[in-house]
């Protein structure tokens, strides 16, 4: 197996779990927590490629990393307020029981 292929397949897995997580739990934290591992795979997979890659010295890969980072920072950010807003309305932090959107 190649390093290149290791690190896909490592990504894969990451993936496959944060999918798994936002998809099937019903806690909104551990919603976003399987969004963040998401992002983190992709971001695997960017430095994974930008390193096997013809030209690494472009930085290329770096860059889309750090723009993937800030979008998750404001994503984890964001998901947090709107998850506090909403426990200090329902007191609760379960999706399935929140059903409306209005006050």
């Not at 979008?71 to 929140?98: F, K």
């Amino acid at each position: 197996m190649t390093p290149l292929a290791g690190y896909l397949l490592l990504s894969a897995l990451v993936f496959s779990v944060g999918l798994a997580g936002a998809l099937t739990r019903r806690n909104a934290i551990i919603v976003l927590i399987g969004i963040e591992l998401m992002l983190n795979a992709a971001n695997l997979n960017f430095i994974a490629f930008w390193r096997f890659s013809e030209q690494p010295e472009a930085l290329t890969g770096i860059l889309f990393v750090l723009f993937s980072i800030g979008v998750a920072a404001a994503e984890g950010g964001g998901g947090l307020a709107w998850v506090i807003a909403i426990y200090r309305h329902y007191r609760t932090a379960n999706v399935d029981e929140v059903n409306r959107l209005k006050g």
